[in-house]
């Protein structure tokens, strides 16, 4: 990223945590007068209609992810006006009839809003978002969302539930694979560059989409890492780590945010008025639409916080969600709600008017329908393909390359491929890659075979992913034993993580376990490759295996993605964007952590446990390369800053090794004394830089002293004078130090 687009995105990140922007209220938005015009002519049941958002009808074989329903129902609803809104229809032609429907049969004639879960691709899957953190190229994934809005709109959607926006510091929590990881300010860039993706420039492109900011918020962090679990945070943390993405996302032009399930500090997010009136449509001047996640309103009485279903629909409304998702509460309620004066029918005429102009932003009042030709060839292009290859392969993080046994010669003779995700053709699209086709995925053995045409693969499964007892584990030392090298692919199936698949342990399970000591015990070089959702706790992989590479889950170009890195056609720089821990009981454990009165020491008495080391396996940030990189002349001015102005950093790297390479250069910053204590290292800036072989550059940066702000005790947003200590280098541990001096204060 070049040093100006740092300082816009530093500032899109400062702005982050800032109290109040303005929103310009002074000119209507676009479409104003003929949506009042229109929803003037609305009954209040159709007003309601336009709040109530239901399943796409489809059958199981069509749209797995949906609960079969009856297409007449669902078509007999939209004609009457019922539904504003769909959840899961897929398909040019399949949508364009609801579209006809909504257009040509129902009583105002509005068309559909058709929503699905484009995450991380439609037909085309890139890397689970953890793994497109990994790259650290926002810019990079903001191409892969504008593929994914190309793609979704030609098939009739024209709403993505995302991006997934949750900062998570529990890799217990299944849905750690939908999110950017651990830090704030790295979860913050990639969800305004998917935002860009999706959105472009106008929603009403043929090839975009609304994007949705989900899930608000703080659902990254349930107690015990346990899906939808209760979150108790404290306001300085929901503000500073929490909150802090979902501005940037604002601020990037989010056309919708989502509500999550969670309670935060005991109101729900979908009746939390705090978080909606008074920091998103207050604070921060948010114009868009809110929907709910799916059915979250009438779950607010499970929370024990309705007393039922219509009191549910009232605090919902109330707090600001437009759309029920699927939980029928506004369209069995609200009418009686309104009748019965508990809400003003000037609540529902602001919800609609939201919904309509969102509507009316895509041109579907002009243009609802699709081109299922355009369709057709949109889906899986070649360059959507080889998008997904590069992505997939720069998401990969090499762990550990002892001897440089990476990257294999391509003149192998005899290699063993073992493990059971090596012909997995679902697992590794990884988890909501809801339209994504088994059948186009290169498998792990594919790819391979494709990259050494002259070498002889021996296969063996060698166990079952999560079954009871390793079997196989014979055929795979034998296989091994033949070889001159093996390449074990390890990790977690699809339905390991995502929504509702946490985990108390993320181990590997013992099958594979056993599987891997078994060949590391014949000696051989053997290759770990990790696919996975998740950090995994690894020690006897870390402890044993030669090398490791992290393959997340890489989408539909895996096996050639692997094969890319495994055989030195890419040098690999993906970087951590979560923390590794060694066990699963050092969680939560993130590199931005305090340091505490008794930071861990040899000495008894200071915080550590006496199992396991303190430290985790492998640390936010970190990731090698086939070659390696030195930094030099570390340089910061000015030497005294104003708390509203900027620093301008400058380092050498220079590629000391025999490859060309890339190095994420990163910036950490720390603030050593402050009114309440703050992070050891804090991710202030980044660039991934390519460096040829005995070559060096210079990389810049410009960031602005309101990166270094924080909520004191008083919930006061302030930069404090003082010393900020700055680290810079490949990640948080490693680097050179300098620093600078905030010279005043500011509290806003
Ligand atoms: C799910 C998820 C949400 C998704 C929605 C629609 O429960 O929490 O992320 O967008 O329902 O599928």
């Known amino acids: ?308 279903r219509a009191d549910a629909a009232a605090k919902a409304l109330r707090a600001g969600v437009d759309i029920d998702m699927c939980g029928f509460a506004y369209r069995d309620e609200l009418a009686g709600l309104v009748a019965s004066g508990r809400v003003s029918e000037k609540l529902i005429d602001e919800s609609v008017n939201r919904v309509l102009r969102a509507k009316a932003s895509l041109g579907l009042f002009e243009s609802p329908y699709s081109d299922s030709s355009l369709e057709k060839r949109t889906l899986l292009a070649a360059e959507h393909r080889a998008l997904a290859r590069d992505i997939a392969r720069r998401s990969m993080v090499l762990l550990k390359n002892n001897k440089e046994l990476l990257p294999l010669p391509k003149s192998i003779k005899r290699l063993a491929l ?92 013992a099958p594979q376990l056993a599987l891997a000591k078994s060949l590391f015990d014949t000696g051989k070089p053997c290759v770990v490759v990790l696919l996975t959702g998740r950090p995994l706790a690894i020690p006897t992989l870390a402890e044993s295996a030669g090398a490791i590479l992290c393959a997340w889950h890489p989408g539909t170009e895996c096996g050639h993605a692997i094969a890319d890195v495994l055989l030195g056609d890419f040098n690999p720089a993906g970087r951590l964007p979560a923390t590794f821990p060694r066990a699963t009981g050092q969680i939560p454990i993130h590199y931005n952590h305090k340091n505490t009165g008794r930071p861990p020491t040899a000495d008894r008495y200071t915080s550590k446990y006496i199992d396991v080391a303190w430290t985790p396996q492998y640390s936010f940030g970190f990731g090698l390369s086939y070659t390696t990189f030195a930094y030099s002349d570390l340089r910061v001015e000015p030497a005294t800053v104003d708390a509203d102005g900027s620093i301008r950093i400058s380092v050498n790297v220079a590629n000391t090794g025999r490859r060309d390479g890339e190095e994420v250069v990163q910036v950490y910053f720390r603030d050593p004394i402050a009114s309440r204590t703050r992070p050891v290292r804090q991710l202030c800036a980044f660039e991934r830089v390519a460096i040829a072989v005995g070559q060096s550059k210079c990389v810049e940066f410009s960031i602005s002293a309101d990166l270094f702000a924080f909520y004191n005790w008083d919930m006061k947003r302030v930069v404090e004078p003082g010393e900020i200590e700055l680290y810079v280098g490949g990640n948080p541990a490693d680097g050179l130090k300098t620093s600078v001096q905030v010279i005043d204060a500011i509290a806003r």
Not at 110 to 137: C, K, M, S, W, Y
Request: proline share 5%.
């Open 1 to 308: 990223m070049s040093p100006f687009k740092n300082l816009i995105a530093a500032t899109a990140i400062l702005l982050m945590l800032s109290a109040r922007t303005s929103g310009d209220s002074t000119s209507p938005p676009p479409h104003q007068a003929r949506i009042a015009e229109l929803l003037a002519r609305m009954s209040l049941q159709e007003k309601i209609g336009q709040l109530n958002m239901r399943g796409g009808g489809q059958p199981m074989d069509v749209n797995p992810g949906m609960r079969d329903q009856n297409l007449n129902e669902l078509l007999g609803e939209i004609r009457s006006g019922a539904v504003g809104s769909l959840l899961g229809a897929n398909g040019a032609d399949y949508i364009n009839k609801l579209q006809r429907c909504a257009v040509e049969e129902s009583p105002h004639k509005i068309p559909l809003l058709v929503g699905n879960d484009v995450i991380h691709g439609f037909r085309t899957i890139f890397p689970i978002p953890l793994g497109e953190a990994a790259t650290f190229q926002p810019e990079l994934i903001e191409r892969a969302a504008t593929v994914a809005a190309r793609e979704a709109r030609a098939a009739g959607t024209n709403w993505t539930f995302a991006p997934m926006i949750d900062v998570c510091r529990d890799a217990r929590w299944g849905r750690i694979a939908e999110t950017a990881g651990e830090d704030h300010y790295l979860g913050a860039l990639m969800a305004a560059a998917r935002v860009r993706g999706f959105q472009g420039d106008r929603v009403d492109a043929p090839d975009r989409v609304l994007a949705c900011g989900k899930h608000y918020v703080a659902y990254g962090a349930p107690e015990g890492g346990r899906d939808y679990n209760t979150v108790d945070v404290s306001m300085q943390t929901l503000h500073e780590v929490h909150l802090a993405t979902f501005h940037t996302a604002v601020r990037a032009g989010v056309a919708s945010m989502m509500t999550s399930f969670n309670e935060i500090n005991g109101v729900p997010a979908s009746g939390n008025e705090y978080v909606m009136r008074t920091v998103l449509r207050g604070d921060w001047a948010f114009g868009g639409f809110v929907v709910s996640d799916y059915n979250a309103i009438p779950e607010m009485i499970l929370h024990g916080y309705a007393a039922d």
């Open 418 to 509: 073992i493990g059971p995700l090596i012909d997995s053709r679902r697992d590794p699209l990884g988890t909501w890659a809801c339209y994504g086709e088994d059948q186009n995925v290169v498998t792990v053995r594919a790819g391979l075979a494709a990259a050494l045409p002259q070498t002889e693969i021996l296969t063996a499964r060698g166990c079952d992913v999560r079954g009871e007892s390793p079997f196989g584990v014979d055929e795979a030392v034998v296989a091994a034993n033949a070889a001159e090298a093996v390449v074990l692919v390890l990790g977690e199936s699809e339905d390991m993580s995502g929504e509702g698949h946490s985990r108390a342990s993320i181990e590997l399970p």
